[in-house]
């Protein structure tokens, strides 16, 4: 019965080899959105264009995504494909597909639609949209994160095996959190921009969302080229993929200085994730996090505001009205501040910069909890904008300090609720913090109730589970 | 006689091990000071704190900079003496040394005074000080170069033996080239930026005057250590010394995009210069210069001048009259820029980087011209900044662009004004350059007269020259 295929890598490919075919899965894939009742998770549906996609494939090939249906955030470009970047006045067809959609089209992987977002993906929380907001998939009452919202829902209910977002600030790790899914956040200039909207161009990226972090892991593997024509692409000589070495020394906020806005149950949760690092025999180090949150206060309370001004360009001021009122409010400041404000805000970030190495001497990874505590769509009500920055605590700093990450669920906490750590670490080191991630995701796939796979390490390892992997794979 | 004594490192090392007392060089770095009849040289006179060091120096003891006489341009912290930036209502009493000159002063060097520069450190010409103007070496009718004017100067006439620049826009290149003296501009971050009043932060660097090549280079090796209370400051593995392995490919303007302001004499000497790197077995390629001039351009046309302004606060809204009048008329633009216009600058130069890099794909080192033609006092006296932008022709891109670069005299031109071309290449290769600039250096020492000693390789080379060298340094 497809209606109980796991859409992750390893069951669709499995599926494949014994006959399946890409239009059963597009079909079964829109069946799946039909059925959330959800009209908010995507703002362009591509049944007719994933429907021909699926038939051009023809016989399995054995690329690498052959066949694997997935979603982008609606600020991406896909050809033949509207962008709006949740702004129907700046919407557009896009004539052709950003260089990370080349890629994963080239690989075979087949693009389903695009997710709705918090408007020029600013905002952690999912609602800041003038489209119907998508529902979180395990809890409507949570906020469905953001701001690649529908990216992260529609995993999370199965309908695509992963989907691209980006993060700037987060965008790409709170919604994997809120919907007990895999949110891989690269390095900087990792994943190509081009094609894509700036929300705050020296700190986005792509990111990508998975059942499970061998499915992000093999998406990202086909991603990450270098583009010669994105000034921001960075060549980094890709350091291996998932393996059994890992990080072993790893910092964690100190007990004075981790923060959950009194959520004791996330606090506990937290420790218990830890505990599970220092059995896999990671030594753990408890650091000060204190210039880390300093960092994160500088992305919306200093210069990169204006990033985000540059970003929208003359809209803010000669056409505040196609603007959604929150993200209007929040990047009307940024239209005062000076070339002098932004140069003072690059020196104390720099000093800070020098705090948050010295405290990471010696450090292999950071492990952090992905949220400090839940937001719901209430709290949103009465309060836009102070929930959504609380979100943003573990997050904010990331891109700032250009280190790489990635979320994963760790298993309900003691009141249901999904638990999801991040680990990171410096530029370039995206193999090593997907390893010790591997190890650590458990529990809830999303909201699908289906099994947890097996990693799939890149090297090929001796054992009777992974073998048939390889040949999989 | 000591009045015939160059004051080269390898002179005044094999002096000191036949006898010499520092104090004696001190006295006559002095007396040579005063032949000048130049008040413009220096803004503090530091005779006797330097007769006090060097009594306190003892016995030789082998320490690489023991008796050796310098000038720290005014921008840079000695304690005990003032620092004005040539700026008097900004002068202050250092209380400690910058970090540079405290690693010169471990290494037995001995400061002789606080030199001259345009103010701020704000222009390529030298005559920007409310403080006399220090006249050309070589020359009094051309300006002396800046902003590093005095420390130039100084060295041009012998008095010290090496002097500390700072090197923005080209402030530690195009003295060199005026005066016929070594400017060695260190990659950014290489040399300590704490106790250095800023001009334009995120590119400043401190920089070498010397006679030479080798001693530039001693004096580098001295004060490039890593300072872990300077958040720019980088610590970079040091590539070796000088050595006789060269940069085989080596790209050169072309005929089009080769700027001389139609001095033909300064382009048929840069020719001359060419084809004696081409003789040394280098692989000369000619690319096209429009993209670093395009870079070159942003330097005081963009968002840089906006670290000008944050770097003199609030001099400029609050007590303009304390301003050279040049020196406001070129800051006050920046005032208006907005941290938008900051990004979208980045952004700009960003893409501008890409053009340089693929520009210099296969090529290991950039040889340029060091100015483009000669500047008179009397042309900047009828227009204070034209004439000074085109000094920075083939110096205002190299630190927006992480290059570094070594300033080297190559003879005297058909007229007999000095000839100076410059090594560039990408950040940590200042081995790199140093080593090819010194194959090529060649002609009048400075003003001095002095014949040019032999390079000193890093590593001991076997030649009867080089053991007499080893033994001394």
Redesign the interface.
């Known amino acids: 019965m497809i209606a109980d295929l796991p859409f992750t890598l390893a069951a669709l490919r499995q599926a494949y080899a014994s006959g399946l075919r890409p239009e059963q899965v597009v079909e079964e894939a829109f069946r799946r959105l039909d059925a959330t009742g959800d009209p908010g998770i995507l703002i362009y549906t591509a049944r007719d264009e994933a429907l021909a996609a699926a038939g051009e494939l023809g016989a399995y090939d054995g690329r690498p995504l052959w066949g694997i249906p997935y979603i982008a955030k609606d600020n991406i470009d896909v050809m033949g494909m509207p962008t709006t970047a949740a702004c129907p006045d700046f919407a557009y067809d896009a004539l052709s597909d950003a260089f990370v959609v080349a890629q994963l089209r080239a690989a075979g992987a087949i693009c389903l639609g695009k997710a709705n977002l918090d408007q020029f993906a600013t905002g952690l929380v999912g609602v800041r949209s003038p489209y119907p907001v998508p529902l979180n998939a395990i809890d409507p009452a949570i906020v469905p994160g953001g701001s690649s919202s529908g990216s992260a829902v529609a995993v999370a209910h199965g309908i695509a095996s992963f989907s691209l977002g980006t993060d700037t600030a987060g965008s790409g790790r709170v919604p994997a959190a809120l919907n007990s899914i895999v949110g891989l956040k690269p390095t900087l200039g990792t994943l190509s921009a081009t094609g894509v909207v700036p929300a705050c161009?020296?700190l986005d990226t792509v990111s990508i969302f998975a059942l499970n972090v061998s499915d992000a892991w093999d998406v990202f593997d086909v991603a990450a080229q270098f583009d010669?024509a994105d000034?921001?692409s960075r060549n980094f000589v890709k350091k291996g993929g998932l393996s059994k070495t890992l990080p072993l020394r790893v910092a964690v906020p100190d007990a004075r200085t981790l923060e959950t806005f009194d959520d004791d149950i996330q606090r506990d949760h937290f420790h218990g994730d830890v505990a599970k690092l220092a059995a896999l025999g990671c030594e753990i180090t408890e650091i000060d996090f204190t210039p880390f949150y300093d960092v994160a206060s500088m992305l919306y309370q200093g210069?990169w505001?204006?990033?985000r001004?540059?970003a929208v360009g003359s809209r803010l001021t000669e056409k505040p009205e196609t603007l959604h009122p929150t993200t209007r409010a929040i990047l009307e400041p940024?239209?005062d501040?000076?070339?002098?404000?932004?140069?003072?805000g690059?020196?104390r970030l720099?000093?800070l910069?020098?705090q948050c190495e010295?405290a990471l001497a010696g450090i292999d990874a950071i492990c952090v909890p992905t949220i400090p505590h839940f937001v719901t769509v209430d709290d949103i009500a009465s309060d836009p904008i102070g929930p959504n920055s609380r979100l943003g605590t573990y997050t904010n700093f990331v891109n700032l300090l250009d280190m790489c990450g990635i979320a994963v669920p760790t298993g309900p906490r003691k009141d249901g609720r999904p638990g999801s750590l991040t680990i990171l670490a410096g530029k370039g080191e995206d193999a090593k913090v997907a390893s010790l991630a591997a190890l650590l995701e458990a529990g809830d796939v999303g909201a699908t109730g289906w099994t947890r796979d097996k990693i799939r390490y890149s090297e090929p390892v001796i054992g009777e589970d992974e073998i048939g992997l390889v040949v999989c794979g």
């Not at 501040?337 to 003072?344: E, K, P, Q, R």
């Open positions: 161009r020296t010669a000034a921001y210069a505001l204006a990033e001004v540059a940024g239209l501040l000076t070339a002098v404000d932004a140069f003072n690059f020196y720099k000093a910069q020098r010295n």
